[in-house]
């Protein structure tokens, strides 16, 4: 049996609404597909200030190109290379993150992922 890593994992740096140096990309995806070092350094622009929605869009959100305000999560910021894919700064709108001891997750919707749209 094949055995897929679906996240990485590493205990984040949180301060106030900021979860400091998420990876964003790395150079090959779970599907195999492979992104060279320079291509991701040249797409940087594109991820500064991205948003990050919790969900996939539905088929409606497809359609109209849109998506539903209650799924923005945040914005990335300080977005850079350093040979490993690209990292960034996931800023949270909204009130700062709660204390760990206070925190809360919500139940998950049915396939959901965070992810930055296309600009």
């Not at 945040?74 to 960034?88: A, D, I, K, M, T």
Request: hydrophobic fraction near 30%.
């Amino acid at each position: 049996m094949k055995t897929q890593h679906v996240l990485e994992y590493s205990q984040p740096t949180i301060r106030g609404n900021t979860i400091e140096r998420v990876k964003i990309i790395g150079l090959e995806s779970a599907n195999g597909r492979r992104y060279p070092a320079a291509v991701l350094q040249a797409a940087v622009p594109l991820y500064e200030s991205a948003p990050v929605f919790i969900c996939h869009p539905d088929p409606r959100e497809k359609r109209r190109g849109s998506r539903m305000l209650r799924d923005h999560l945040g914005n990335l910021e300080n977005v850079s290379g350093n040979g490993n894919g690209l990292f960034g700064d996931l800023r949270i709108k909204g009130h700062p993150w709660p204390s760990r001891s206070s925190r809360r997750r919500p139940a998950p919707r049915s396939g959901s992922r965070t992810m930055p749209t296309s600009r």
